[in-house]
């Protein structure tokens, strides 16, 4: 699953690379605008230690703020899942907070916060967050009727129990969300650093940026679009071994 | 009976397609062509682009038989690469740009130099800081944009007095002034003309004097704005590129003229209307200091000197593995 994971971000990451080449072979464009194969090369080799090690500082804070809004989604989700008044101004309130956009919202965190570890992990969780939160919510507010309907029947439904069904009886749902969201938090995190922080691999693009050179950020995507893959493969195989985990009983049973 | 009706309309739409697009070819070649150029600031629209606001509100551009839009920058904007990839004919960069393009084969020559003094200087409060001479800069916390070319002014100036790194702590600068504000940095780096005159009077407001050092006047010498074309536009239309910059200096003549102040001003406001006119009068009054430091200086004036210093310091920092002979693009 790993290896697999790997080929397909190689192969989506050498169609990019050959599209922008051929855009610089076929215009006839300077490296200025469009590096060649040979200073993508030493760019690679100039900074790939620095990179590897942003990468990794950014892939951690991105990992701590993706479990931030596991966590909050599902105390929000639990909430906001009931029909009643403040179930309602929970979603409400919740689907506002993300209505404004990033850009506009982290300048404050960062002048509130400082440009520390602090503002970029919020900022990550909150841009994970709301398709994590959507799901949740979705999953949390529609009754599994056939099982809920004996605990109902029987008097011995509570809010943990309910919580309970509805997640495991969605678990592959719940898995697929978290994995897709995992990829958001790397970005949220990044584009923290790109607009306010002074560590991670956003951070370094954006000093790439100001130099015009666009062969260092090719190699930052690099490592970026490597290190994601692993992180993707490792909140899959959890996921399975979960998802496994539940299955056997029922086979069991069968 | 209905198919032949709609061949019939069908053919006579043709033809009035037809025939309209010929009447409008034959009445292009009838009219001379006004060359349509696109003009690629380095930053939004605001006091140092002055000249080129004054030239196209008054029609200068037009006078010059040249139809001219003009393109606020920001910081992910690069003309450079603009005018290679035929998004632009003309734009401005620094010579921090230049000299990298080159360095890179863009094939991108420049037509006039428009800021004579770099604006790039450094604020800090008179009554926390001393700092009488570059020497002085020694033991002080000095905000810099890492890969930006103020770092690159910073480096020069530290070399330049034989100051060693380990004896300043440079700090990671932003669009964010708390660090400033608050005394964790001594010395923020600033444009002088536009946010140096915004930034000094906040701290007038809270009663603090700040004053400025200026990398300039210390001797290092690194050209900021530019403006530049390609070499295929020099050498394929050297008459709209003559036409674009003698419109172009007139505009900044005429904005740099004190006798013009109040209309400059009020056309900037017009295009920056967040920044106070109060404000943007002080800006103006940099400006022009930057842009014709006398009276009978000619704007637009390249001072090649200054542009191999500017080259010389990047090659010193390995901002370019070998030199460009940035003269053979000016």
Not at chain 1, 149 to 171: D, P, S
Not at chain 2, 47 to 53: F, H, I, K, P, W
Not at chain 2, 161 to 173: D, F, P, Q, R, T
Not at chain 2, 272 to 300: L, M
Request: glycine share 8%; hydrophobic share 45%; with cysteine.
């Amino acid at each position: 699953m790993l290896h697999k994971r790997l080929y397909q971000f190689l192969i989506v990451y050498l169609i990019g690379l050959s599209v922008l080449l051929g855009f610089k072979y076929g215009l006839s464009l300077s490296d200025y605008v469009i590096p060649g194969v040979p200073m993508i090369w030493k760019a690679a080799e100039g900074a790939s230690g620095r990179y590897v090690a942003d990468t990794l500082n950014t892939l951690g804070v991105a990992v701590v703020g993706h479990m931030i809004s596991i966590f909050l989604a599902t105390v929000v989700g639990i909430l906001g899942r009931r029909r009643s008044w403040a179930g309602s101004m929970i979603r409400a309130a919740a689907y506002n907070i993300q209505a404004y956009p990033i850009v506009a919202v982290a300048p404050i965190i960062f002048i509130l916060l400082g440009d520390g570890p602090v503002s970029r992990l919020l900022i990550a969780a909150m841009i994970c967050y709301f398709p994590l939160l959507l799901s949740f919510m979705g999953i949390f507010s529609e009754p599994v009727k056939d099982i809920e309907h004996f605990f109902n029947a029987t008097g011995r439904m509570n809010w943990r129990l309910q919580v309970k069904i509805r997640a495991f009886e969605n678990m592959r749902k719940l898995t697929t969300v978290i994995v897709g969201s995992a990829t958001m938090a790397m970005v949220g995190t990044i584009v923290a650093e790109f607009i306010a922080a002074a560590n991670g691999i956003g951070y370094s693009i954006r000093i790439a940026l100001y130099q015009s050179d666009l062969a260092k950020i090719l190699v930052a995507l690099f490592y970026i679009g490597i290190f994601t893959s692993l992180y993707l493969f490792c909140l899959e195989w959890a996921g399975f071994r979960i998802e496994k985990r539940f299955e056997t009983p029922k086979e069991g049973r069968g | 009976m209905r198919k032949p009706t709609a061949i019939r309309i069908w053919a006579m739409v043709a033809a009035l397609c037809i025939m309209g697009g010929m009447g409008c070819k034959q009445q292009k070649t009838r009219e001379p062509q006004i060359p349509e150029l696109a003009y690629r600031l380095k930053w939004v629209f605001n006091t140092s682009a002055a000249g080129e606001l004054y030239a196209m509100e008054h029609g200068i551009f037009k006078a010059a038989g040249l139809s001219v839009e003009v393109k606020p920058g920001g910081p992910e904007k690069d003309a450079i690469k603009e005018l290679e990839l035929g998004h632009a004919q003309f734009g401005v960069a620094s010579a921090d740009m230049v000299i990298r393009a080159l360095s890179q084969g863009a094939p991108v020559v420049v037509a006039a130099q428009l800021f004579q003094i770099n604006p790039l200087q450094w604020i800090y409060r008179s009554d926390r800081t001393v700092i009488e001479t570059p020497a002085d800069l020694a033991g002080k916390v000095l905000g810099v944009t890492f890969g930006g070319n103020d770092e690159t002014i910073m480096r020069a100036l530290l070399a330049k007095y034989g100051i060693a790194g380990s004896e300043v702590e440079l700090h990671s600068v932003r669009y964010d002034y708390t660090p400033f504000y608050q005394g964790k940095v001594d010395l923020w780096p600033v444009y002088r003309n536009a946010q140096g005159i915004i930034i000094e009077e906040k701290l007038r407001q809270a009663g603090e004097k700040a004053v400025f050092f200026d990398p300039h006047g210390a001797g290092v010498r690194f050209v900021a704005n530019s403006v530049v074309t390609t070499r295929d536009m020099i050498e394929q239309q050297p008459e709209v590129v003559d036409r674009f910059i003698s419109a172009l200096l007139t505009g900044w003549e005429a904005a740099m003229d004190p006798a013009n102040s109040d209309e400059t001003i009020r056309i900037i406001h017009a295009y920056d209307p967040d920044t106070p006119v109060d404000q943007i009068r002080r800006q103006w009054a940099v400006t022009r200091k930057f842009v014709k430091p006398s009276s009978g200086f000619k704007i637009g004036t390249i001072d090649v000197s200054a542009w191999e210093e500017t080259e010389r310091i990047m090659v010193e920092q390995g901002l370019v593995q070998k030199p460009v002979n940035v003269r053979t693009a000016l």
